[in-house]
Nanobody
Framework: QVRLVESGGGLVQAGESLRLSCVVS????????MGWYRQAPGKQRELVAD???????SYAGSVKGRFTVSRDNAKNTVYLQMNSLKPEDTAVYYC?????????WGQGTQVTVSS
């Protein structure tokens, strides 16, 4: 059974940093593209960043230069380093893992940024 577990969320002030982690179990991790998404209240879930099995990254324009996605294949873990956080970054953050025929989601972790 494939399982994705996020951690690292919390309440911070604007300008501070957080690092989210997502640990994957039950599936081959190295080949898959891993993504970080977020969903704020009343809004649709949006892609924040993703990283391919080969390490190629992409970012939403709103986080480029502030967030960094990385992965440690030995630990089956993907990270999202979030710097210079803003109140508009407040959301539930989800990681996902996608392959050709499947897509798995974690349960999400809350990030709240106060002004």
């Amino acid at each position: 059974q494939v399982r994705l577990v996020e951690s690292g969320g919390g309440l911070v002030q604007a300008g501070e940093s957080l690092r989210l982690s997502c640990v994957v179990s039950g599936s081959a991790f190295n080949r898959n593209t891993m993504g970080w998404y977020r969903q704020a209240p009343g809004k649709q879930r949006e892609l924040v960043a993703d990283i391919t099995g080969g390490g190629t990254t992409s970012y939403a324009g709103s986080v480029k230069g502030r967030f960094t996605v990385s992965r440690d294949n030995a630990k089956n873990t993907v990270y999202l380093q979030m710097n210079s956080l803003k109140p508009e970054d407040t959301a539930v953050y989800y990681c996902n893992m996608r392959g050709t025929l499947y897509l798995y989601w974690g349960q999400g972790t809350q990030v709240t940024v106060s002004s």
